[in-house]
T-cell receptor
Framework: DVKVTQSSRYLVKRTGEKVFLECVQD?????MFWYRQDPGLGLRLIYFSYDVKMKEKGDIPEGYSVSREKKERFSLILESASTNQTSMYLC????????????FGSGTRLTVV | GNSVTQMEGPVTLSEEAFLTINCTYTATGYPSLFWYVQYPGEGLQLLLKATKADDKGSNKGFEATYRKETTSFHLEKGSVQVSDSAVYFC???????????FGTGTSLTVIP
């Protein structure tokens, strides 16, 4: 069964910590995406990548960075975690032009205290 | 620009009731349209899609028709079940780029 795996379901970090969220897909998809999901705001795109070592800013990149050293892995980095980054983080991937839709991971619920 | 507007929730229905969740979009060109479902504690799953005008997507009793004249992609189901309780997201993919644009989601609760 093809899937997108996010390394943690729940994470609690302290303000100012550097946080790594990992996402791995086993479908050989070129495209990978990081979203955050907040009540009333839906899904907002943070960063995306269409190829290894390639990254593009989404709608809300401030306070985040990403790394894509291998095709199957797309990491989201919170350089210095803040309480307003408490959220559900969703990773997704897609193939080619994306007409088949995204495949999502199960999400990581991050709490910054 | 590209955007999706879907009806505000939450929606509460009795089992076997008819469901409609409205979705309208703004896009340049001819987007592809999708409905995703998110069950409690899980990520989003693709429910159905339509890639051109007048296409009807269907899955698990849910249907949606791509209406270009009204820029709409409303989700319908004739008889909902308790197991349909979830959050439903309408989304579009523009015909340039691979990014999806999501609505804010509509929470559905079905009571026995």
């Amino acid at each position: 069964d093809v899937k997108v795996t996010q390394s943690s379901r729940y994470l609690v970090k302290r303000t100012g910590e550097k946080v790594f969220l990992e996402c791995v897909q086993d479908m050989d998809h070129e495209n990978m995406f990081w979203y955050r999901q907040d009540p009333g705001l839906g899904l907002r795109l943070i960063y995306f990548s269409y190829d290894v070592k390639m990254k593009e800013k989404g709608d809300i990149p401030e306070g985040y960075s990403v790394s894509r050293e291998k095709k199957e892995r797309f990491s989201l980095i919170l350089e210095s975690a803040s309480t307003n980054q408490t959220s559900m983080y969703l990773c997704a991937s897609s193939l080619g032009r994306g007409l088949g839709g995204y495949t999502f991971g199960s999400g990581t619920r991050l709490t910054v205290v | 620009g590209n955007s999706v507007t879907q009806m505000e929730g939450p929606v509460t229905l009795s089992e076997e009731a008819f469901l409609t969740i409205n979705c309208t979009y703004t896009a340049t060109g001819y987007p592809s349209l999708f409905w995703y479902v998110q069950y409690p504690g899980e990520g989003l799953q693709l429910l159905l899609k339509a890639t051109k005008a007048d296409d009807k997507g269907s899955n698990k009793g849910f249907e949606a028709t791509y209406r270009k004249e009204t820029t709409s992609f409303h989700l319908e189901k004739g008889s909902v079940q308790v197991s349909d309780s979830a959050v439903y997201f309408c989304a579009l993919k523009a015909n340039t780029g691979n990014q999806f644009y999501f609505g804010t989601g509509t929470s559905l609760t079905v009571i026995p």
